[in-house]
């Protein structure tokens, strides 16, 4: 396509052209969950953004190399360096086996991103298969760049230039979230490697050159992202919790280890929290929704999909059930157009859909702004000058970079039943052919008593919805 692509980034906080390093192979890197638990649907917001942007690169012809790392180890209780493994924690609460809670976490994960169409990406590779090279790192740099503690080794973030220029600590207050801890020359100085204290039960833990223990969590992706997209790559990725401390680390490590003030990464690109009304939502919090939850009350995955390309991925995106209801709404009326025009079959237009293909190249280079995208697909659909055959097939330039899979997607698939409801689609089916019937017949009385039936086992009948949907579960 050929508008430019526009990217916000991070490091300047400005909007700068993509350039990549190597237009034969686009390299990102995107941090990937912490599989202690399962992953909320704010967690899953980071991935559909991170989906959004590989499939608006793919589209573009930028041949694509996408590591996604797991972290199943290292990651405590505090993103801001301080407290327990939350992997050891989750096995001393559940009294499991810690490998096998980052196995059932892990896959859960996946199946998530199956649920949301989000694409896999080209590697998952897991912390704990890369302890040797976390070890050799911290070798390396601990010369010029770390000290000691009883309970482990720490980087000293005084010796690498503008530290924390990620995050504007200064400025932003990213440091008020660090916490002092005795002994660190630094208050945002961070572990590199946690040394196990005498007589505590880890499941995980290695011999090193600062005693048996753990790596600290942000050494990780320092090491995978090196390994298998080399010391420069064009993008990395993640939630903006990580743009003030997490990915300053990463950073503070890369220029450590490469002894100049390089960053890693070109770009640093960060997608804004979740939010509900009362604030943003978090597993510390206790309460939190997974993509199961809305399954379970009904809602087909990609409708939390719609809800998230609804917003700008840089913007905070408000969850409530009423928002998510009318992005499902959205969905079903251009599943409903989509399959119009298929029935319609072969037709004949006088317009081009050409300059539908270029707005939405235009909206999606403008810093992957769906919310500018998605009304142009309504447009396309509706424009009857084009004919069916022709938007159908804009609709698959569309489809490739929304991932809403509106070329494949059925009423049917989208009729998802609660957890609770007591009825299959059969049955609805016979009682709704029975109210037909009646309601032909001028048996109103029936015709009621049926609506009753249905209601009573948590059936809607939507007389008179625009979108003729029949039914809905409730």
Not at 368 to 389: G, H, I
């Amino acid at each position: 396509m050929t508008t430019p692509l526009v990217l916000y980034n991070s490091l300047s906080r400005s909007l700068e052209e993509f350039r990549p390093l190597d237009p034969a192979n686009v390299r990102v890197y995107s941090c990937g969950p912490t599989v202690y638990h399962y992953a909320h649907i704010g967690n899953l917001r980071a991935y559909v953004f991170t989906d959004t942007l590989s499939r608006v690169l793919t589209w573009k012809g930028f041949p694509l190399t996408h590591v996604i790392n797991i972290t199943d180890v290292g990651h405590l209780t505090s993103d801001a360096d301080t407290g327990d493994d939350k992997m050891e924690a989750r096995a001393r609460e559940t009294g499991q086996d810690i490998w096998s809670i980052a196995a059932h976490y892990t896959d859960a994960f996946k199946r998530n991103l199956e649920d949301l169409n989000i694409r896999q990406p080209s590697r998952f590779p897991l912390a704990t298969d890369h302890i040797d090279g976390m070890i050799d790192w911290g070798t390396a740099i601990e010369a010029k760049h770390c000290y000691r503690l009883p309970d482990g080794l720490y980087f000293d973030t005084s010796t690498v230039p503008d530290y924390g220029s990620l995050a504007r600590a200064a400025t932003d207050e990213g440091e008020s979230r660090i916490e002092p801890t005795e002994g660190k020359r630094n208050a945002a100085d961070f572990a590199i490697w946690r040394t196990s204290a005498p007589g505590e039960n880890r499941q995980m833990e290695w011999d090193s050159p600062w005693g048996r223990g753990a790596p600290g969590w942000h050494l990780e992706c320092s090491v995978m992202s090196r390994q298998y997209l080399g010391p420069r790559f064009d993008i990395h990725t993640g939630g903006i919790d990580h743009r003030e401390i997490h990915h300053p680390n990463e950073i503070a490590q890369n220029q450590a280890l490469s002894g100049t003030p390089d960053t890693g990464a070109t770009f640093w690109m960060h997608n804004n929290f979740l939010v509900q009304r009362s604030g943003k939502m978090s597993k510390s919090q206790g309460e939190f929704l997974t993509l199961q939850a809305l399954i379970d009350r009904g809602f087909h995955p990609l409708a939390y999909r719609m809800l998230c390309l609804q917003a700008h991925y840089r913007s905070e995106l408000d969850f409530s059930w009423d928002n998510l209801a009318a992005a499902a709404t959205r969905l079903k009326r251009l599943v409903q157009t989509v399959a119009a025009l298929r029935d319609r079959g072969e037709g004949k237009g006088a317009a081009s859909a050409d300059p539908y293909r270029e707005r939405l190249d235009a909206a999606l280079s403008d810093d992957l702004n769906t919310p500018r995208a998605l009304p142009v697909l309504d447009e396309l659909l509706a424009d009857k000058k084009v004919s069916p055959q022709d938007r159908l097939a804009a609709l698959g330039d569309f489809d490739a970079v929304l991932g809403l899979d509106l070329l494949t997607l059925t009423r049917e698939a989208l009729r998802v039943r609660p957890k609770d409801a007591t009825i299959d689609e059969a049955g609805i089916a016979e009682r709704l052919a029975l109210r037909r019937e009646a309601r032909a017949n001028k048996d109103y009385a029936r015709s009621d008593a049926i609506r009753d039936e249905l209601a009573a086992q948590g059936v809607e009948v939507m007389d008179g919805d625009p979108l003729g949907w029949d039914w809905k579960v409730i």
